[in-house]
């Protein structure tokens, strides 16, 4: 499975529009890309899948380049109920299992 | 519809004593798979079953093993404990088709406390 890298941290205030972006230069064919959210002592929440160019849905966007060697997620007007982990995830049907990386801390502000 | 449930919330137990943790996957879902949370370590894969069989399996020593029964629920287990077992271990349904991720819908896990 191709490993990700994505930031440690972030801040952001309210209101604001947030891009967490990931990288995954070694990503295959047939990977799909993932994003979860995770609130502390709760189980991760999918967000967005996607294997090419824009998804979007009621929560965010996701923005994958041609190369698909990274991707970038989306989250506009931010509010503090979105201090959260969140995870970007690579793989395909094959593999049945999810391999999280360190994820991104955001922290909303008022 | 409900969710994933994963019994007991939290577990305290000795080293040397074995554990068996419980999820009941969302009605129709024929895929959970388990992951391991800590600190350190952050989230890690331990195994995943469909329709009772175990497709993958996670760098997890043997101590650690899993079922899944006919109705979709799933038990794991985790022999001989060790401080280092303590974690919050979550369990994850899907419908088990399609592009790995979707969708999966994880409980609240169970905390276990090793002393």
């Known amino acids: 499975l191709a490993k990700t890298t994505q930031p440690i941290s972030m801040d952001s205030y309210e209101g604001q529009e947030v891009n967490i972006t990931c990288s995954h230069n070694?990503?295959?064919?047939?990977?799909?890309i993932t994003w979860y959210q995770q609130f502390p002592s709760q189980g991760p929440r999918f967000i967005i899948q996607?294997?090419?160019t824009k998804v979007t849905n009621e929560v965010a966007s996701l923005f994958i380049p041609a190369d698909r060697k990274s991707s970038t997620l989306s989250l506009p007007r931010v509010s503090l109920s979105d201090t959260a982990v969140y995870y970007c995830l690579v793989g395909d049907g094959a593999g049945n299992m999810l391999t999280f990386g360190g994820g991104t801390r955001l922290m909303v502000k008022p | 519809k409900a969710g994933v449930t994963q019994t007991p919330r939290y577990l305290i137990k000795t080293r040397g004593q074995q554990v068996t943790l419980s999820c009941s996957p969302i009605s129709g879902h024929r895929s959970v798979s388990w992951y391991q949370q800590t600190p350190g370590q952050g989230l890690q894969f331990l195994f995943e079953?469909?329709?009772?069989?175990?497709?993958n399996k996670g760098n997890f020593p043997g101590r650690f093993s899993g079922r899944q029964f006919s109705n979709s629920r799933s038990e794991m287990n985790v022999s001989t404990l060790e401080l280092g077992d303590s974690a919050l271990y979550l369990c994850?349904?899907?419908?088990?088709?399609?592009?790995?991720?979707?969708?999966?819908?994880f409980g609240s896990g169970t905390r276990l406390t090793v002393v």
């Open positions: 994850a349904s899907s419908s088990g088709q399609g592009a790995v991720g979707y969708g999966y819908t």
């Open positions: 996607g294997y090419k």
């Open positions: 070694n990503i295959a064919t047939n990977d799909y």
């Open positions: 079953y469909f329709s009772e069989t175990q497709r």
